[in-house]
């Protein structure tokens, strides 16, 4: 699975980004997908999951109420609308395609990143 993010760029906090995650190739459409990000200086951290199917979803408490995960297998693309925006959201921010179970995925393919940067 080849994954392409995008999206990303400058927002003002309070404002809103929406970030794309376009896949081709592989078994997107059955595989759980992720947002990830990482802040200058700090470890990975998990955003935001969808299922397969994208009846189900997990947000980190971080983001939880601010940020949506979607999905559109048609598509083969996965969202992630970004709203309410804070200064420590600012991150460079990844797709991934996991395999396993929903409680602890392995993720195996990622996409480039996309880096947000929200002005106060």
């Known amino acids: 699975v080849q994954l392409q993010a995008f999206g990303g760029g400058l927002g003002q906090a309070g404002g809103s980004l929406r970030l794309s995650c376009a896949a081709s190739g592989g078994t997107f459409s059955s595989s759980i997908t992720g947002w990830f990000r990482q802040a200058p200086g700090k470890a990975r951290e998990s955003v935001a999951r969808i299922s397969a199917s994208g009846t189900t979803t997990y947000y980190a408490d971080s983001v939880k109420g601010r940020f949506t995960i979607s999905r559109d297998n048609a598509k083969n693309t996965v969202y992630l609308q970004m709203n309410s925006l804070k200064p420590e959201d600012t991150a460079v921010y990844y797709c991934?395609?996991?395999?396993?179970?929903?409680?602890?995925?392995?993720?195996?393919?990622w996409g480039q990143g996309t880096p947000v940067t929200v002005s106060s």
């Open positions: 991934a395609v996991g395999v396993g179970t929903w409680v602890n995925p392995q993720y195996h393919y």
